[in-house]
């Protein structure tokens, strides 16, 4: 019977739970980015909501 190498399935294993966390830190990261951006956005249409308002009135 031949011999397996096992060496290779358990270091595996081991950078499996690595990849996941980095994963999860890039998708968590490309979010806050997102986030940020919404929210930038929702800022710079405020303001122009309230630049045209103000025009509005005027």
């Known amino acids: 019977?031949?011999?397996?190498?096992?060496?290779g399935l358990s270091e595996e294993k081991r950078e499996m739970p690595e990849q996941e966390s980095k994963q999860k830190s890039s998708i968590h990261g490309r979010l806050a980015e997102n986030q940020k951006l919404i929210e930038e956005e929702k800022v710079k249409n405020r303001q122009m909501k309230k630049k045209r308002s103000n025009e509005i009135s005027l």
């Open 1 to 7: 019977m031949p011999e397996t190498d096992t060496s």
